[in-house]
């Protein structure tokens, strides 16, 4: 479930403007909303890998709702999605042209479905120079039970700018990968009132522009405090980036120790 | 879930029905076999028709002796059949894979299903496809917590074709053999996917394999016969390369008289004088006259040599004409149908691909190498014993023979 952004601003307003600190416009909010997003997408990466270890030790537990790598690896849903990759021929390639961006590949899946039986299968994702090693040996060359690919980029029209390709042997009929996506950047959109207030136009309203987190519900205590950081530095308060800053080490703390 | 997925109907007689229920055309029915459908053409006058590893029939009432051939159009998907044309609802629809009996659903010789895509699935689960082994590998092997955290899939694919390889030459069962007749050239070309042999024989008119035994010493097939001029030089052709002639050996051996090696001498005195010589030619055949007979050579069923240079198996004259059978080993990667494995030797092959991966990694620590070293070798004499069928019921017969006393 995604973090409401209104909810997000008016912690973060009522907490700065506690004692009369300051205040962050809400052009200022978002901007600085996609950037701790951002950073907080960016952490789960690392702090996965971290708590991994616990699992290759074996010293992992095995509760239901206390398995750290566990919650990290959960909190990628909203990012997590299956995308259909499209073939060009001219480039030989595979490519995404649909909505977002990707940020990784995930696991890569080849149908071959002009065959019988179809094949489904599971694709290794090398470097370019395992892929001409592993072509070069009979014994691993490519099949349709177990193809390779890897990654360039290409020039795709209409497109201008090079990007990313994926190339496969042997070519499938269809690629779908299962990719994480980047973050959308959050929008506090509003309208101006009779006072000239900022009245805030609800996610989904009509004409509005407005974007929720897509960071899980368990991340709306990080982003306040992450986001108070930048605030203190924005009205040149230490004391918030101070509070903040020991807020946010506290979380990273307790999930990594 | 049971291993087994297929009905007994499906595995005994190769056939699955269906009732159509559809009103519309494209219809569909998907078939479960453990073999998968080989489709070339739904006609019969197309040439492709013959790829099919199956036919289709329908029956308006399912009733034995009702079934015709179905011969409208109709595809095959991923195992999915797919009717172009609407069936009457309720039409009963069997697919039955060929069969060398041709099935119980055609009614004319030419309807039958005659072939033997059955019968090449009988007795399957004897062994595990490779694919199948590779895949639970990857599940039971590789991941967090576990001895392998992470191994490339080409890694695992590799070794795994590696230990199969080993485990063909000395630990699973040959199965690979040819019947063959010898021609009067003497020589058989060598299977495609030979690696060595395991025995040679030839088959008497009982059925009872005579075993034949290689030359040795006897002779042996140059693998190069370049032609000399008188000075005893190679001569070469415009190219620069040797010009190479035929082997006199070979053509001495294939004339020879194989009595005269095997002791068989007595069948006139020709031969008798020819093995004391008495002709006085150069050498002799006296084969082990000074020492008795020599139990290598003093056989009758013949011999066979490997001659490397024209890939071919030569035989000696006394063989001409005979049917022999040639029992060889295979590496089990030849053809996608040979790889699988023997469940009994499945413990075995995990064991060999953990032990070859770690083995091959940087940095792993050396007693756990060992172990998995000690582990594969056990699993692997395990597997060799096991695939070795040592039944004692068996063994105690033998030995019955053997005028011994065994408890058992």
Same mark, same amino acid.
């Given at each position: 479930?995604?973090?409401?952004?209104?909810?997000?601003?008016?912690?973060?307003?009522?907490?700065?403007?506690?004692?009369?600190r300051?205040y962050?416009?809400?052009?200022?909010f978002?901007?600085?909303?996609?950037?701790?997003?951002?950073?907080?997408?960016?952490?789960?990466?690392?702090?996965?890998?971290?708590?991994?270890?616990?699992?290759q030790?074996?010293?992992?537990?095995n509760?239901?709702?206390?398995?750290m790598?566990?919650?990290?690896?959960?909190?990628?849903?909203?990012?997590?999605?299956?995308?259909?990759?499209?073939?060009?021929?001219?480039?030989?390639?595979?490519?995404?042209?649909?909505?977002?961006?990707?940020?990784? *590949?995930?696991?890569?899946?080849?149908?071959?479905?002009?065959?019988?039986?179809?094949?489904?299968?599971?694709?290794?994702?090398?470097?370019k120079?395992?892929?001409?090693?592993?072509?070069?040996?009979?014994l691993?060359?490519?099949?349709?039970?177990?193809?390779?690919?890897?990654?360039?980029?290409?020039?795709?029209?209409?497109?201008? *700018?090079?990007?990313?390709?994926?190339?496969?042997?042997?070519?499938?009929?269809i690629?779908?990968?299962?990719?994480l996506?980047?973050?959308?950047?959050?929008?506090?959109?509003?309208?101006?009132?009779?006072?000239?207030?900022?009245?805030?136009?609800?996610?989904?309203?009509?004409?509005?522009?407005?974007?929720?987190?897509?960071?899980?519900?368990?991340e709306?205590?990080?982003?306040?405090?992450?986001?108070?950081?930048?605030?203190?530095?924005?009205?040149?308060?230490?004391?918030?980036?101070?509070?903040?800053?020991?807020?946010?080490?506290?979380?990273s703390?307790?999930?990594?120790? | 879930?049971?291993?087994?997925?297929?009905?007994?109907?499906?595995?005994?007689?190769?056939?699955?029905?269906?009732?159509?229920?559809?009103?519309?055309?494209?219809?569909?029915?998907?078939?479960?076999?453990?073999?998968?459908?080989?489709?070339?053409?739904w006609?019969?006058?197309?040439?492709?028709y013959?790829?099919?590893?199956?036919?289709?029939?329908?029956?308006?009432?399912g009733?034995?002796?009702?079934?015709?051939?179905?011969?409208?159009?109709?595809?095959?998907?991923?195992?999915?059949?797919?009717?172009?044309?609407?069936?009457?609802?309720?039409?009963?629809?069997?697919?039955?894979?060929?069969?060398?009996?041709?099935?119980?659903?055609?009614?004319?010789?030419?309807?039958?299903?005659?072939?033997?895509?059955?019968?090449?699935?009988?007795?399957?689960?004897?062994?595990i496809?490779?694919?199948?082994?590779?895949?639970?590998?990857?599940?039971g092997?590789?991941?967090?917590?576990?001895?392998?955290?992470?191994?490339?899939?080409?890694?695992?694919?590799?070794?795994?074709?590696?230990?199969?390889?080993?485990?063909?030459?000395d630990?699973?069962?040959?199965?690979h053999?040819?019947?063959?007749?010898?021609?009067?050239?003497?020589?058989?070309?060598?299977?495609?996917?030979?690696?060595?042999?395991?025995?040679?024989?030839?088959?008497?008119?009982?059925?009872?394999?005579?075993?034949?035994?290689?030359?040795?010493?006897?002779?042996?097939?140059?693998?190069?016969?370049?032609?000399?001029?008188?000075?005893?030089?190679?001569?070469?052709?415009?190219?620069?390369?040797?010009?190479?002639?035929?082997?006199i050996?070979?053509?001495? !051996?294939?004339?020879?008289?194989?009595?005269?090696?095997?002791?068989?001498?007595a069948?006139?005195?020709?031969?008798?004088?020819?093995?004391?010589?008495?002709?006085?030619?150069?050498g002799?055949?006296? !084969?082990?006259?000074?020492?008795?007979?020599?139990?290598?050579?003093?056989?009758?069923?013949?011999?066979?040599?490997?001659?490397?240079?024209?890939?071919?198996?030569?035989?000696?004259?006394?063989?001409?004409?005979?049917?022999i059978?040639?029992?060889?080993?295979?590496?089990?990667?030849?053809?996608?149908?040979?790889?699988?494995?023997?469940?009994?030797?499945?413990?075995?092959?995990?064991?060999?691909?953990?032990?070859?991966?770690?083995?091959?990694?940087?940095?792993?620590?050396e007693?756990?190498?060992?172990?998995?070293?000690?582990?594969?070798?056990?699993?692997?004499?395990?597997?060799?014993?096991?695939?070795?069928?040592?039944?004692l019921?068996?063994?105690?017969?033998?030995?019955?023979?053997?005028?011994?006393?065994?408890k058992?």
């Amino acid at each position: 479930m995604a973090v409401s952004v209104n909810t997000v601003y008016q912690t973060v307003l009522y907490i700065i403007n506690k004692e009369q600190r300051g205040y962050i416009t809400p052009s200022e909010f978002s901007s600085l909303a996609t950037q701790v997003q951002s950073e907080i997408f960016m952490t789960y990466f690392p702090d996965g890998n971290q708590v991994n270890r616990l699992n290759q030790n074996n010293t992992q537990n095995n509760t239901e709702f206390f398995d750290m790598f566990k919650d990290i690896s959960y909190k990628l849903y909203p990012f997590e999605k299956e995308a259909a990759f499209s073939y060009d021929a001219t480039s030989d390639g595979f490519y995404y042209n649909g909505v977002g961006t990707i940020y990784k *590949l995930g696991e890569i899946i080849s149908t071959y479905n002009t065959l019988n039986p179809t094949y489904n299968s599971i694709t290794q994702l090398t470097s370019k120079s395992d892929y001409s090693e592993i072509t070069r040996s009979k014994l691993t060359s490519p099949t349709y039970s177990y193809p390779i690919a890897y990654t360039t980029n290409a020039i795709i029209a209409p497109a201008t *700018l090079s990007q990313l390709l994926i190339k496969v042997s042997p070519t499938p009929n269809i690629l779908n990968i299962n990719c994480l996506f980047e973050p959308s950047s959050p929008v506090w959109d509003f309208t101006v009132g009779a006072l000239g207030q900022f009245i805030f136009n609800p996610v989904g309203g009509a004409g509005s522009n407005s974007t929720d987190f897509e960071l899980d519900i368990s991340e709306k205590n990080n982003l306040v405090t992450n986001i108070l950081k930048y605030c203190g530095i924005i009205i040149n308060d230490p004391t918030v980036i101070q509070v903040a800053e020991q807020e946010s080490q506290q979380a990273s703390n307790n999930v990594k120790s | 879930m049971g291993l087994i997925t297929e009905t007994n109907q499906q595995y005994y007689q190769g056939a699955q029905g269906f009732l159509s229920n559809q009103v519309a055309a494209g219809e569909s029915f998907s078939t479960t076999f453990d073999t998968d459908l080989v489709f070339g053409d739904w006609n019969p006058a197309n040439a492709d028709y013959g790829l099919n590893n199956f036919k289709l029939y329908t029956s308006a009432n399912g009733f034995p002796g009702t079934y015709a051939e179905y011969l409208l159009a109709y595809t095959v998907v991923n195992n999915t059949i797919t009717f172009t044309a609407a069936l009457p609802v309720g039409t009963f629809v069997a697919v039955q894979l060929k069969i060398l009996n041709g099935g119980q659903y055609g009614q004319t010789q030419i309807e039958k299903a005659f072939g033997d895509t059955v019968e090449e699935n009988y007795g399957s689960y004897e062994y595990i496809k490779l694919t199948d082994a590779i895949d639970n590998f990857m599940v039971g092997y590789v991941g967090d917590g576990k001895l392998l955290q992470k191994a490339k899939k080409s890694d695992v694919l590799f070794f795994a074709k590696r230990s199969l390889q080993e485990f063909s030459y000395d630990t699973l069962k040959s199965i690979h053999s040819q019947e063959l007749t010898i021609p009067e050239s003497l020589s058989v070309i060598i299977p495609q996917d030979y690696v060595n042999y395991v025995r040679v024989s030839w088959i008497d008119q009982l059925g009872v394999k005579r075993i034949i035994y290689p030359t040795n010493n006897l002779t042996t097939s140059p693998y190069s016969t370049p032609i000399q001029d008188t000075e005893g030089m190679p001569t070469q052709d415009n190219f620069g390369e040797n010009i190479e002639g035929t082997s006199i050996t070979e053509e001495r !051996w294939k004339k020879a008289n194989d009595n005269l090696l095997n002791g068989q001498f007595a069948n006139n005195i020709d031969e008798l004088m020819y093995f004391q010589n008495a002709y006085g030619f150069e050498g002799s055949w006296n !084969w082990g006259r000074q020492y008795g007979l020599d139990p290598q050579l003093s056989q009758v069923n013949g011999w066979f040599n490997i001659n490397e240079r024209d890939g071919l198996m030569s035989f000696s004259s006394n063989l001409a004409g005979k049917l022999i059978v040639l029992e060889y080993i295979s590496d089990g990667l030849g053809y996608d149908l040979d790889t699988k494995v023997p469940k009994l030797a499945e413990d075995a092959l995990y064991a060999s691909i953990l032990y070859s991966i770690v083995s091959t990694r940087s940095g792993q620590q050396e007693y756990l190498v060992q172990r998995l070293q000690k582990d594969r070798r056990a699993k692997l004499r395990n597997a060799k014993i096991r695939l070795s069928n040592i039944k004692l019921d068996e063994i105690v017969q033998v030995m019955r023979g053997k005028s011994k006393w065994i408890k058992h």
